[in-house]
């Protein structure tokens, strides 16, 4: 049984060094190639339509808020009404 467990573990050592190899190999080759697909990269061609996209949703996001800040405003408001009211109103039940 010894000699079956040594010889399980030599395999994946076996397999182990192999896959080490393959990894170094895919990480090499994409180190070479690198340089060469830097030299086709634009930027501009593909950060320029990222940022127009945002841009052109700043207004949209800006609507919303100018939308919605009002509304938040007057619900705290009205909150604050209703709880100093209904505070005062235990107050008098109380005594």
């Known amino acids: 049984m010894n000699a079956t467990v040594q010889t399980y573990g030599k395999r ?9 190899v393959k990894i170094t190999a895919g990480i090499g ?27 052109e949703l700043i207004p949209t996001i800006i609507d919303l808020i100018v939308a919605v800040v009002p509304a938040i405003i007057v619900l705290a408001v009205v909150g604050f009404i209703v709880g ?12």
């Open 29 to 55: 080759s994409a180190l070479l190639a690198a340089p060469a697909m830097a030299a086709d990269f634009d930027l501009n061609a593909t950060v320029g339509p990222l940022l127009t996209g945002v841009i």
């Open 12 to 20: 994946a050592r076996d397999a182990l060094s192999m896959h080490k």
């Open 84 to 95: 100093f009211l209904d505070s005062i109103l235990k107050l008098l039940k109380m005594s």
